[in-house]
Antibody, heavy 114, light 107 residues
Framework: QVQLKETGPGLVQPTQTLSITCTVS????????MQWVRQTPGKGLEWMGF???????EYNSEFKSRLSISRDTSKNQVFLKMNSLKTEDTGVYYC????????WGQGVMVTVSS | DIQMTQSPSFLSASVGDRVTINCKAS??????LNWYQQKLGEAPKLLIY???SLQTGIPSRFSGSGSGTDFTLTISSLQPEDVATYFC?????????FGSGTKLEIK
């Protein structure tokens, strides 16, 4: 069955870079878009960006300058990297499948604090 | 960006009640509106896609309606397991945007 699971560092210091991995099973990354969404106390749910089945990306302009999404299809993994972290980036980060966001991971909590 | 205004923020209803939750888009999003259920600590679950299509495996007491800017999620007969937060998502155009959520509890 379709499964998505995010893994990440938990705690990141301000100004540092966040790296999160989404590992998927039950489908191929070459057939589906993969989305990144986050949920923060300040702004609620925010779409961050996606990587298309062909590998190209689109980003929310809110994050564009500091966000990167990539993937390793051989490992069934999608990656989120965001630099210059601030305390306001504290929240839960989710990956989701397809342009219709049909399946989501459970999310990974990220705290930005010194 | 398209703003999604969701109401109410909080809803308390009795088992068996008919419950409605609304999302209003700041501009036309056609039918590109999904509804999700999120229970504490769990992944969001897709209930309704493209405004009125029931996702496979979702009970038929859930339904969606609307097009353009106004959308409604209806639970025809509230069950105890429906306690959750519900939110909408527009995927008509990016940046995709979400409603602020409705927390549903049983009276």
């Amino acid at each position: 069955q379709v499964q998505l699971k995010e893994t990440g560092p938990g705690l990141v210091q301000p100004t540092q870079t966040l790296s999160i991995t989404c590992t998927v099973s039950g489908f191929s990354l070459t057939s589906y878009y993969m989305q990144w969404v986050r949920q923060t106390p300040g702004k609620g749910l925010e779409w961050m960006g996606f990587i298309r089945s062909g590998g190209s990306t689109e980003y929310n302009s809110e994050f564009k300058s500091r966000l990167s999404i990539s993937r390793d299809t051989s490992k069934n993994q999608v990656f989120l990297k965001m630099n210059s972290l601030k305390t306001e980036d504290t929240g839960v980060y989710y990956c989701a499948r397809e342009s219709g966001f049909d399946y989501w991971g459970q999310g990974v909590m990220v705290t930005v604090s010194s | 960006d398209i703003q999604m205004t969701q109401s109410p923020s909080f809803l308390s209803a009795s088992v068996g009640d008919r419950v409605t939750i609304n999302c209003k888009a700041s501009q036309n999003i056609n039918r590109y509106l999904n509804w999700y259920q999120q229970k504490l600590g769990e992944a969001p679950k897709l209930l309704i896609y493209n405004a009125n299509s029931l996702q496979t495996g979702i009970p038929s007491r859930f339904s969606g309606s609307g097009s353009g800017t106004d959308f409604t999620l209806t639970i025809s007969s509230l069950q105890p397991e429906d306690v959750a937060t519900y939110f909408c998502l527009q995927h008509n155009s990016w940046p995709f945007t979400f409603g602020s959520g409705t927390k549903l509890e049983i009276k």
